[in-house]
């Protein structure tokens, strides 16, 4: 029997607020335990196994709201109950776990034990689950925050590392700037429309075509989640902190932050601005077309692979910008389907990166993975999947995730911005597949510095995970594409209270 | 014959069959150790190969509907499904491609001395992409298999091909990338407009077929982004610099794949796609004049090219580009003969050039060198070597009586009535095959032996014999009784022809006109 709860007393809205509650609550358990507990590798990987506890019990209670939501929670709520909220917080739930699985053998590697990293790790994804349930502006700057606070710490973890300290402070400068514009966004928002809230300021904004002020907190806003999400022109950090942090906080980064920066986003402009779509669609579309362009160009001439995966990742959120670009719900739904295969191949790209380098993989080029399908065949297949599926290759589910967002833009009845993606995307042939070339058909190189270390066994565990899913829902995603569906028609109802309730 | 088929159900799982029989070969290949793993990969390709020659019989030659076909569920909310089926066009490209591989296998056996089980597990994932590509009739699944071979094709070249390997690798990827990537924009910017038609998402391909007329003012976009991966795959010129560097560095079992049934693929998509879709851009007088133009060109270039070659990999490649100009003349010129001809000239280019291919890997492996230069005089060490090699060479130039004539015959005859001046220019290129095959044999194999290391060239061994036979008693065979295959695709050569009737029509409406505006 299911149980319907009201959100509208203050009981039910805890319950609205479930997977957040037991995933703050798990925090200050792994907290305490890891005061008592705190040096030695073993308890920083109890600390590991216990965060991962925490999310499967967060992931839990996920599961059990999302089939026990009321059918209306009503008006004005500050978070929103809807399927896209709960698609939204499953992935970053999916991509923290597989970074935690990626953390723990490489932090006892890298010599960085210190429990506290899953500790900020679960801080900021209690940030994302935040921007993602938000239904208001207040509550989405405010989870960002939380997020953004734990990740500048976590870039710079490796203490030693110059360039960890250097990633960190410039994520956290350039962060504190986005937020300024983010802030600043909501202000003129607010002002613009009488609410912060985004349901209501939808219904303000529907009448009619937007105010100044309104126009000016929208692009206020587009700049501040530019910046977070690395949309070229805010780019110029993401290759810095992604290349500085260590490996498993990259792929957290390029994942899970963009995943969530992405929902809201999304959930910002379909909710508060779908009536504006004109407005900001031609922003959308110059953002799409030169973060796309530029990823993929100086994605092609990087060395080192790491920042070579910084920059596709630039490139990527280009591809997920053109999902958001039609203002319809397929091209929600195309974005939340390929947020999950982009973060099921990345996580295990920047798994396999991590255990293929060492200090912080700065180093490894083309030339360290010369020859390496013949001394670990296993993990040169998983990468050479990875790749396939980052370059959107027929098999694999990044080959699904492009042809959706092909399918939504092309069913918006403008095909040019798909003409674009994949001509960008076939740029990116010229630098995945070198890395595929280098792994089976180059010798190896002279000593085998980088061939001696396979992949730690929870790791493996995330990496064959995976690539069982990236080959998987390359053939049948049917259920998964069913999922982002839905949660893109959820997302649609919620953004139609807007207008109904007037 | 056919009563035994359809006792068996013959018709409901041959090409659900033929598609996955290999991909489940694939797995204990990788398991078992390498000389059972080698032995497999040959077992199951035969296996394709009988089962696949039952569709010769079971072949239904009065209609042009398409036959055998198996449909299942696939995302049938975005109006994809597996459905394949098999009319006259593809019976013979599904025939000529179950043909090869298990002689593509066998040759390898010996000239593969690497990472064997990746090869043989590569070469059976190939074979399920290339059927897949001749056998969907779903535009979606047609995408995924046309993709699909492009992997295992890229491994053989990059793993196992010569000296400039990688870069010939990376090329051939990158080229047939550029062209599928804005075909698959063209095929769902399509699937849409019949959506937005009908009211049913469907990729099917009679659905296509069915709302191509009604893309308006995108039909030429849609034609050029459909034409261009096709051109890149047949290769036209100039679209050909690919294909000797693939050709060239391939390991011989790649090069044979290659110009037997990757090249008919790019044809195949203009028979079965392209023009049948767009029958009013593809023959308009510009479109008409350019593809012509470009196809007497490369029959031509290619020959004229082919002929200075000192490598023959690279002469035999360059003859694949002339060769295949025919078969472009033939689909524009549209007439039952220039069809059935281009046909002829796919089935018959895949044996001829497939077995020259293999003679020269084998003439490789015993020299390890492809110069014409290095040889001389072959004839008197290695008889029946080079009896086989003059027989492949006269059928390839198109000698009477061996295929490559039917077809280039049938192809002249019919495109005459409507390119008078396009088939003159391409009848020379007849003149110029045979030029540059018969000085290339002369140096080879006539000639003085002058070289002391060709002295001691061991004649074939029973394996290679049993490589090359098939495919000489099949060029013997379309060359002296060509009647049997004609029949089979009759109906579908008329079908492409009732197809593109209406841009016939317009084009030679509209072809007057202009050239009478065009005169003061």
Redesign the interface.
């Known amino acids: 029997m299911t149980m319907v709860f009201d959100s509208s007393t203050p009981a039910g809205q805890t319950v609205a607020l479930l997977p957040e509650v037991v995933l703050s609550l798990g925090t200050m358990a792994v907290l305490l335990v890891i005061s008592w507990r705190h040096d030695g590798a073993a308890s920083s990987r109890r600390a590991g196994w216990l965060s991962l506890a925490a999310i499967a019990l967060s992931a839990a209670a996920l599961l059990w709201l999302s089939m026990n939501t009321p059918e209306d929670p009503g008006l004005g709520q500050m978070i929103a109950l809807d399927g896209f909220r709960f698609a939204g917080s499953a992935l970053i739930l999916l991509v923290t776990a597989g970074s935690i699985l990626a953390s723990l053998g490489y932090l006892e590697r890298e010599q960085l034990v210190a429990p506290e990293y899953y500790v900020l790790m679960l801080l900021a994804t209690i940030g994302m689950l935040f921007m993602v349930n938000a239904q208001d502006l207040v509550v989405l700057f405010l989870g960002l925050e939380t997020m953004s606070v734990a990740v500048y710490v976590l870039a710079g973890y490796d203490r030693r590392s110059p360039f960890s300290a250097e990633a960190a402070l410039k994520y956290f400068l350039i962060g504190a700037f986005a937020s300024g514009f983010l802030l600043y966004g909501i202000a003129l928002v607010y002002g613009a429309a009488g609410s912060s809230n985004l349901v209501l300021a939808g219904a303000q904004f529907a009448q009619g075509s937007l105010t100044m002020m309104a126009r000016l907190g929208l692009g206020l806003l587009l700049i501040g989640f530019g910046f977070k999400v690395a949309a070229v022109p805010f780019q110029m950090w993401a290759p810095d902190v992604y290349d500085g942090a260590p490996t498993p906080v990259s792929g957290f980064m390029a994942t899970a932050v963009k995943t969530a920066a992405f929902i809201a986003l999304a959930r910002v402009l379909y909710t508060a601005f779908q009536g504006a779509v004109v407005e900001w669609q031609p922003v959308i579309f110059g953002l799409a077309i030169a973060t796309m362009v530029l990823g993929n160009l100086v994605a092609l001439v990087q060395k080192s692979l790491k920042r070579m995966l910084a920059y596709s990742s630039v490139a990527h959120a280009g591809y997920l910008l053109c999902a958001i670009w039609p203002g319809s719900s397929v091209g929600v739904s195309a974005m939340t389907f390929y947020l999950l295969g982009y973060g099921v191949t990345t996580i295990a790209a920047f798994a396999l990166l991590g255990a293929l380098g060492r200090s912080g993989e700065r180093e490894l080029t083309l030339a360290d993975v010369g020859g390496l399908a ?1 001394s670990r065949p296993w993990m040169s297949f998983a990468f050479a999947v990875c790749l ?1 599926s980052l370059l959107g ?3 694999t589910v990044g ?1 699904i995730g492009k ?1 959706y967002i ?2 939504a833009i ?2 918006s ?1 403008h ?1 040019l911005l ?2 674009i993606l ?2 960008t ?2 740029i990116s ?2 630098y995945y ?2 890395v595929i ?1 280098a792994m ?3 010798p190896a190189s002279a000593p085998l510095v980088y061939h001696d270390r396979g992949l730690a066994g929870t790791a493996r565990f995330a990496v064959a995970v995976s690539v069982v899913l990236i080959l998987l829902l390359g053939v049948w ?2 259920q998964m ?2 999922l982002a ?1 839905g949660a893109a028609a959820s997302l649609a109802q919620t953004a139609s209270q807007a207008v109904g309730g007037e | 014959m056919s009563q035994f088929l359809i006792s068996i159900g013959y018709g409901q799982w041959i090409l659900n069959a033929l598609i996955l029989l290999p991909l489940i070969g694939v797995l204990p290949i990788v398991l078992l150790p390498v000389a059972r793993a080698k032995q497999l990969a040959l077992w199951v390709t035969c296996l394709e190969l009988v089962l696949s020659l039952g569709l010769w019989w079971a072949f239904d030659p009065a209609t042009s509907a398409m036959q055998f076909v198996v449909t299942a569920p ?2 049938s ?2 109006g994809i499904s597996y459905t394949l089926g098999l009319d006259g066009l593809s019976l013979f490209m599904v025939l000529l491609t179950t043909l090869i591989m298990p002689l593509a296998v066998l040759s390898s056996f010996k000239y593969i001395e690497q ?1 064997e089980k990746l090869y043989y597990g590569l070469m059976l994932t190939l074979l399920t992409g290339m059927l897949g590509v001749f056998l969907a009739l779903d535009m ?1 699944l047609f ?2 298999m046309w ?2 071979m492009l ?1 295992p094709m ?2 053989i070249i ?2 196992w091909g010569g000296r400039n ?2 870069y010939a ?2 090329k051939f ?2 080229y047939t ?2 062209g599928s ?2 075909m ?2 063209a095929i ?2 399509m ?2 407009q019949g ?1 937005k038609a009908t009211g049913t998402p469907s990729f099917a391909y009679d659905a296509f077929l069915a709302s191509a007329p009604q893309m308006g003012g995108l039909a030429p976009w849609l034609f050029l982004a459909f034409a261009l991966a096709f051109a890149i795959k047949v290769p036209i010129f100039p679209f050909h610099t690919w294909l000797p560097d693939a050709h060239v560095e391939a390991p011989t079992a790649g090069s044979v794949i290659l110009a037997s049934i990757l090249l008919k693929m790019g044809t195949y998509g203009f028979l079965r796609f392209a023009v049948p879709f767009f029958p009013d851009v593809a023959l308009s007088p510009m479109v008409t004049s350019i593809v012509v133009s470009l196809a007497v060109i490369g029959i031509v270039y290619g020959a004229l090219v082919a002929m200075v070659q000192p490598d023959i990999k690279k002469l035999v490649a360059y003859s694949s580009v002339s060769h295949l100009g025919f078969v472009m003349l033939g689909i524009w010129a549209a007439t039952l003969q220039s069809v059935q001809g281009a046909l002829m000239i796919m089935i018959g280019h895949g044996l001829s050039t497939g077995a020259l291919f293999l003679l020269i890997g084998m003439l490789y492996e015993r020299r390890h060198t492809r110069e014409i230069a290095d040889y001389g005089g072959l004839a008197r060490v290695i008889p029946v070597f080079s009896l086989i090699l003059v027989v492949t060479a006269l059928a390839s130039i198109g000698l009477p009586g061996l295929n490559g004539f039917v077809g280039e015959f049938l192809v002249l005859v019919g495109s005459f009535g409507r390119y008078p001046w396009a088939t003159g220019i391409a009848a020379t290129g007849v003149i110029f095959a045979a030029a540059y095959m018969l000085w290339a044999l002369q140096r080879i194999i006539f000639n003085r032996l002058d070289k002391p290391e060709n002295e001691h060239l061991a004649d074939l061994t029973p394996r290679e014999l049993l490589v090359v036979l098939p495919l000489v008693a099949g060029m013997i065979w379309l060359g002296l009784y060509p009647r049997p295959v004609l029949d089979r695709m009759d109906a579908a050569a008329k079908n492409y022809i009732h197809l593109v009737q209406p841009g016939l029509e317009r084009g030679a409406a509209s072809a007057p006109a202009s050239a009478t505006e065009a005169r003061p």
């Open positions: 013949q396939l290759f027929p098999g080959f042809w092909i399918s092309a069913a009845g095909p798909a003409v994949v001509v995307s076939l042939v010229g597949m070198p070339m089976y058909m180059r995603p049917i594409l069913q569906d | 696939w995302l909310q975005w990472r979606f995408y995924v993709e699909l992997i890229y491994f990059g793993i390997r990688l690798a990376i990827f990158a990338m550029a990537l804005l698959l924009v769902i910017v699937m849409f959506y």
